[in-house]
């Protein structure tokens, strides 16, 4: 994604009266360096809790960034200069996660005895 800016319209706190702001989209990414390191810290978390194939199959074919946040300009970088990953933005990124949840409901009744009751038991394992 590249550098945007946008108007934002709202109530001035100090003023109550209505007021414009231009605010760019790396300003948006310097108030958002805080949750974007914690989605990080979850990223690192998830590699070292991936077995050793995965990860190898991760570092080269790199992490697709999902949802409307991976829009959000310079995100994509903040992920791989920490990971040391490729990453790259989804194909409609703010639609494809609940598109794909949708296509899934197809094969849920197959996946039952399968992925959800794994996942199940070792979340029973950990309580």
């Known amino acids: ?11 001035d706190v100090k003023t109550g009266l209505p007021r414009d702001i231009l605010v760019t989209s790396s300003e948006m990414l310097e108030l958002l360096s805080r ?21 190898g199959d991760i570092s080269k074919n790199g992490i697709v960034l999902t949802g409307g946040g991976s829009l959000i300009w310079g995100m994509d970088r903040i992920i ?8 790259m933005v989804a194909d409609n990124a703010e639609s494809c996660a609940a598109l794909g949840c949708g296509k899934s409901l197809k094969w849920i009744n ?12 070792k979340l029973m394992k950990e309580q």
């Open 1 to 11: 994604p590249e550098e945007v800016s946008m108007t934002v319209k709202g109530r």
């Open 110 to 121: 197959g996946m039952q005895e399968g992925t959800i009751n794994i996942a199940r038991r």
């Open 35 to 55: 949750p974007a390191r914690l989605i990080v810290d979850e990223i690192l978390n998830v590699l070292e809790l991936s077995s050793p194939e995965l990860v």
């Open 80 to 87: 791989h200069d920490r990971t040391e990953i490729p990453c």
